[in-house]
């Protein structure tokens, strides 16, 4: 029997709403009861060390236990100021451009100097674009960024109607238009197949903003090759399952109210799902760095798992028109990926340097996926092609940590320097 696919989300509210006094309560415990105040040899009277060590417990508890829980409000990316040389300068965030589905997000520095503009494609994949915050804090010191933030969908009105795939290329389109010939771009895991398709559709068009280089991050060009567990996922079932199960409506009290969404609670759940011992000894792990004081170590993971938790619905029609044309028909490596009804043809691409990037452990798009992009770019020439595999990385590593600050970026901004 077909479930009325509202349900579940009205189902997700109620456990929210009843959850949410529980959570204030904790939250008010674990301040009220956190050392961070109190003087180093602080004991508790009567109960000396060992009551001292049972409230420590207590707040790491209740912090713990507030922290475990979604969130539907992009964060804040935070980026006040990049130093410039010797100087910091102060950046602040406009709007370029915006849509009912996305807004084109300008880091303006207070400062006369003139870089490579860059477009940071985010993933519209269950989380915000501040996801890729540390992205754009690297990439700040040598270029002028622009990224793409995304909307929820839950918020978006249905008179805005349906985004999907070709929405989704329309978008990159726009706002590369808005910053201008010669900008850059650089797509990070799921949209790397829109960047790509834009990017040849631009140049089959002689488009005067087509991009002068394109970096390609971990991304599903060809998930034909070593298929991970999410592609299994993606063709373990047909697409009528996906929209009978995982579609559903938003409920009355959101802006974006009887739009259909393939909700962001559900596809981090499917996610932790896959690894949940990690999660589990991570939650473990942060509550010992916080009953024994590690306070750097449980910044860390509380900062992590706050962007984590921040969830965004997609627009169904997306959701499934890359779950059927990218995962199960692999339309692009196949040559029949259609863009406003015309075939892609990577091929037309023939003045834009191509960089891919891939990473050693990444479980989500695994080697060999992303450079199968250099071999459908066949009108580019080999000495504007790279490739770069970073040792020793995951999926989130080759865009975020210190493997990719200090090994994977110099080669994406010397390309992007190169090609300017």
Known sequence: MQR???????????????????RLFAEAAASMLSFATLPPNFLLPGFGMAGTSMLRKMAAAYEVFSLARLTHTRPPFGIDSVKLGSR??????????????????????DADVEQPRV??????????????????????????????????????????????LDAYVEHLI?????????????????????????????????????????????????????PTEVNKLATSQPIDWFEQNLICTVPARYPGTQRRVYPGFVQLMAFMSMNLNRHVNSFADLYQHLVEGESEKARMAKSFYEEYFAVLDLPTEFFLETVRSIFQEHALPLGRLQYRGRIVDPGKIRRTALLTVEGERD????????????????????????HYMQLGVGHYGVFSGRKWNNGIYPIVRDMIHVSS
């Open 88 to 109: 910091e300068v102060a950046v602040t965030e406009e709007a370029a451009c915006a849509t009912p589905f996305a807004t084109l997000l300008h880091f303006k520095k």
């Open 4 to 22: 009325d696919p509202q349900l579940l989300y009205q189902a997700y509210d109620a456990h929210t709403d009843a959850m949410a006094p529980l």
């Open 119 to 164: 477009l940071i494609v985010a993933p519209m994949s269950g989380h915000f674009a501040t996801l890729l915050r540390e992205t754009v804090r690297t990439m700040l010191a040598d270029h002028d960024v622009y990224i793409t933030d995304w909307h929820n969908a839950r918020d978006i009105p249905v008179e805005a109607g349906a985004f999907g």
């Open 174 to 226: 726009t706002f590369l238009d808005a910053i201008g010939p010669g900008a850059h771009i650089v797509a990070i895991c799921q949209p790397c197949v829109a960047a790509l398709a834009a990017t040849a559709i631009m140049s089959e068009d002689g488009h005067p903003a087509f991009p002068s280089s394109l970096t390609l991050m971990a991304g599903p060009i060809d998930t034909r090759v070593n």
């Open 363 to 386: 479980d989500i798009c695994a080697i060999g996926q992303t450079v199968a992009a250099q071999d459908l770019c066949t009108g580019i020439r080999p000495y504007l092609k790279t």
